[in-house]
Nanobody, 116 residues
Framework: VQLQASGGGLVQAGGSLRLSCAASGSILGINVMGWHRQCPGKQRELVASLSSRGSTNYADSMEGRFTISRDSAKNTVYLQMNSLKPEDTAVYYC???????????WGQGTLVTVSS
């Protein structure tokens, strides 16, 4: 399984960006796709996740501004980020966790820079 993330870039505070992450390969059974991020000088943290059964999970600081969605037919997960703040500047990593094998896969990371 490989993950390919895209959509990062430079945006002004208050702006929006949409990240995409496409998974290729064999994905069978219950799974979770989502995003983590690593802000400069900080540890990687959960942003949001969405299971194949439709359950979502958001970090408190992002709920209401970020929306995760997925196209199961395309094995693609999206992260719509609105009202971006400079503190959202980070490398965003998509991931896929497969329940049956308990394997986790990570994308290469995409940089989001929010200017003030």
């Amino acid at each position: 399984v490989q993950l390919q993330a895209s959509g990062g870039g430079l945006v002004q505070a208050g702006g929006s960006l949409r990240l995409s992450c496409a998974a290729s390969g064999s994905i069978l059974g219950i799974n979770v796709m989502g995003w983590h991020r690593q802000c400069p000088g900080k540890q990687r943290e959960l942003v949001a996740s969405l299971s194949s059964r439709g359950s979502t999970n958001y970090a408190d600081s992002m709920e209401g501004r970020f929306t995760i969605s997925r196209d199961s037919a395309k094995n693609t997960v999206y992260l719509q980020m609105n009202s971006l703040k400079p503190e959202d500047t980070a490398v965003y990593y998509c991931y896929l966790w497969i329940a049956t094998s308990r394997d986790a896969y990570w994308g290469q990371g995409t940089l989001v820079t929010v200017s003030s």
